[in-house]
């Protein structure tokens, strides 16, 4: 058998730890944590990292390296996505969990924080190569996961179909099938429906209300999108469906421009079958830094994170940044766009629409009784605006920034379960 080197993380590994921690820190700060809770809540749970062969097609084996990470279980069983990319690493995934632990406080619904990923360009592989790959890996991290402990879900380089192996080989395992040990499955083996669109549709919920809030005509709102990819295309065309005006979309090949709106049906096929933005028509083919200086009503960043940081802050000229992706803005960024008067709704509150259609469907795992489509929606639309209800109200009365609050509600509601539940033994 010929084995080949074991992948290597990227050089450029994230800052996203750091920016985890930055903005932990300053909520603590705000709430008084003592040190001991500090150091509790700052630290991960649990980490696992794992080495694995994987049959490729052209013959001999190839070893992958991947992690999953649980954060903090103190209000619940661990939940977070599993991201496959080149970048994976084992801090950015560390800063994941955290985020998620925040993320199901804020939202209110009984999760602690985890992450997991894989390095590894899921472009480059196979359907045969990625399912071996997948299976693997569901077995090296089966001695973590399950319905009651750590519940995986698809994220950036995962879908679907992913997740449905995911199942299918704890499943084997077990011995019987156990629907509930990841969520964002297809609904012919126990996914929910609109799982596909929830994180889409909760940036519309939200942007809708910041637009209420805030006196800005949703007909006609202009709209850039970094990140033309699952979440991004779907809040792009929902929120066009709503009125708005979808001027900028972009992926990581570039960014396409029309001040008069995009034709997003023109652009699906492109997103569909993961084909480059540079070979679209319909608009001027602009970079990803010139769609974020684009003056727009609302800016989504959906792509990775530290996209919005020190170097390029001054140049955003949206009214309002609404975080499609985890962690996209970096503190000194959020710094230098309070300054300006950009208002940015973070990230733990305007994309917690997946996680919370996840909830919804692993209760539907758990009871053998699933929804129409439109109650989901309405549950989604329920807990996410009361969410961001919550988030605003604390800014208000605290006089803090969107992000600070969200922080200030979601750390307060982890420290409460942790200090209730207590310090075993």
């Given at each position: 058998?010929?084995?080949r080197p074991?992948?290597q993380q ?7 730890l ?5 903005q932990?820190?300053?909520?603590a ?7 001991g809770?500090r ?7 649990r ?5 694995f ?10 070893i992958f390296?991947g992690?999953?990470?649980?954060h903090?279980l103190?209000r ?11 970048d994976v690493?084992l ?10 632990t925040?993320?199901?406080a804020?939202v209110?619904i ?8 894989v390095?590894?360009?899921?472009r ?9 790959l997948?299976?693997r890996?569901?077995t090296?991290?089966s001695i ?18 992913i997740?449905?192996?995911?199942m ?15 969520t964002?499955k ?8 609109g799982r596909?669109?929830?994180t889409g ?9 910041a637009?209420?809030?805030?006196g ?11 990140g ?10 929902l929120?066009?469906?709503a009125?708005?005006r ?5 992926d990581?090949?570039?960014?396409l ?5 995009l034709?997003?049906?023109v ?5 569909k ?9 319909g608009?001027?083919q602009?970079?990803?830094?010139e769609?974020?200086a684009l003056p727009?009503d609302f800016?989504?960043?959906a792509a ?9 802050a ?6 309002v940044?609404?975080?499609?992706a985890n ?5 000194e960024a959020?710094a230098i ?5 950009v208002?940015?709704i973070?990230?733990?509150?305007a994309?917690?629409g997946?996680v ?8 539907q ?14 549950r989604?639309h329920?807990?996410?605006t ?6 605003a ?8 920034t969107?992000r ?20 075993y033994p």
């Amino acid at each position: 058998m010929v084995v080949r080197p074991l992948e290597q993380q990227s050089e450029s590994a994230t800052d996203a730890l750091t920016t985890a921690l930055s903005q932990f820190d300053a909520a603590a700060d705000r709430l008084g944590l003592d040190d001991g809770t500090r150091g509790v809540l700052r630290a991960c749970k649990r980490e696992l990292s794992v080495h694995f062969p994987v049959l490729m097609d052209a013959g001999g084996a190839r070893i992958f390296s991947g992690y999953r990470v649980q954060h903090n279980l103190a209000r619940g069983p661990a939940k977070g996505g599993l991201r496959y990319h080149p970048d994976v690493s084992l801090d950015e995934v560390r800063a994941l969990a955290m985020w998620m632990t925040w993320k199901s406080a804020v939202v209110n619904i009984p999760y602690g924080g985890a992450k997991g990923g894989v390095i590894v360009n899921p472009r480059s592989l196979s359907l045969g190569e990625l399912e071996r790959l997948t299976r693997r890996y569901a077995t090296e991290i089966s001695i973590i996961i399950g319905e009651d402990e750590d519940i995986p879900a698809p994220d950036v380089g995962t879908d679907s179909q992913i997740m449905a192996w995911i199942m299918d080989t704890i499943s084997m395992h077990r011995g019987h099938t156990h629907a509930g040990v990841v969520t964002g499955k297809p609904v012919s083996v126990g996914g929910t429906l609109g799982r596909a669109e929830a994180t889409g549709r909760g940036l519309q919920y939200v942007v809708q209300e910041a637009a209420r809030e805030r006196g800005i005509g949703l007909e006609g709102a202009t709209v850039a999108v970094q990140g033309f990819g699952n979440v991004g295309a779907v809040a792009a065309n929902l929120l066009a469906l709503a009125g708005a005006r979808v001027v900028a979309v972009s992926d990581s090949s570039g960014a396409l421009y029309n001040g008069k709106g995009l034709d997003l049906a023109v652009l699906a096929p492109f997103q569909k079958d993961r084909r480059p933005l540079t070979e679209a028509t319909g608009g001027d083919q602009i970079s990803n830094a010139e769609l974020l200086a684009l003056p727009v009503d609302f800016l989504i960043p959906a792509a990775l994170e530290g996209q919005i940081n020190a170097a390029n802050a001054g140049e955003v000229r949206a009214r309002v940044v609404v975080e499609g992706a985890n962690g996209p803005t970096t503190p000194e960024a959020d710094a230098i766009l309070a300054e300006k008067g950009v208002v940015l709704i973070p990230d733990i509150v305007a994309n917690a629409g997946g996680v919370i259609v996840s909830y919804f469907e692993w209760v539907q795992d758990l009871q053998f009784y699933f929804w129409e489509e439109n109650e989901v929606n309405q549950r989604l639309h329920t807990i996410i605006t009361r969410a961001y209800g919550d988030v605003a109200r604390t800014a208000e009365e605290e006089g803090v920034t969107l992000r600070e609050a969200a922080m200030m509600v979601g750390v307060s509601r982890v420290v409460e379960a942790t200090k209730i539940r207590g310090i075993y033994p």
